[in-house]
């Protein structure tokens, strides 16, 4: 306020500020370059940095941060606060509005959130392209599946329509064929159960 009065001091300027405690932690210090060292919040940080700084905190301050930087209601706040723990959704609010409020955009979060979790957990990286490759062969088995059942399907169609007019070998062979088809749709089942039971 001071200093706006510095700046236009013969201008009538209608000034408006709000204030708002000290960010403190759960240990009630300020976040100070004095106090928190690593834990220190800078504006100006690498972009990654500043995302650290808010999904790492505890619930307790998160809950705190909620109320000082949003215009949550309480009602809302009280709901997100009943979410799974495991979830972190209160942090993940504060680094997206923060982000936004420091960067003026959203976009470029997601390829943050992707960096910073390759260095933070890259076991969960290599889990997460496991994950697809397995979900890639399921697709390609129950596509495989599918097709079986309608060769199967014809071939009975097939063998029923000429059931009396083909000669004994024939049928033979179309029942052999439908035996080694039914075999490898079994086998299929198998597999692709499996692969649910990871997922």
Do not use: C
């Not at 100006?44 to 930087?69: A, K």
């Not at 495991?86 to 992707?114: D, F, H, P, T």
């Amino acid at each position: 306020m001071e200093l706006i009065r510095k700046l236009y001091p013969k201008k009538e300027v209608k000034t408006f500020a709000f204030t708002f405690k000290l960010l403190t932690s759960k240990e009630g210090k300020k976040y100070s370059k004095s106090e928190n060292g690593k834990k220190t919040l800078r504006l100006d940080s690498e972009r990654e940095g500043l995302i650290d700084f808010f999904l790492n905190l505890s619930d307790e301050e998160t809950q705190v941060f909620i109320r000082q930087f949003t215009f949550l209601e309480e009602r809302q706040i009280t709901e997100l606060i009943k979410m799974p723990p495991r979830l972190r959704v209160l942090q993940r609010i504060m680094a997206e509005l923060i982000y936004w409020l420091n960067y003026g955009e959203i976009k470029s979060l997601k390829k943050v959130l992707e960096v910073r979790e390759e260095k933070v957990s890259p076991g969960r990286r290599i889990k997460k392209q496991r994950k697809k490759r397995e979900k890639e062969i399921r697709e390609r088995l129950l596509q495989e599946e599918k097709e079986l059942k309608e060769k199967i399907q014809l071939l009975r169609e097939e063998l029923e329509t000429h059931r009396y007019n083909w000669k004994v070998e024939k049928k033979k062979g179309i029942e052999e064929k439908l035996k080694e088809l039914e075999h490898k749709k079994n086998e299929i089942n198998v597999i692709i159960s499996k692969y649910s039971q990871i997922d």
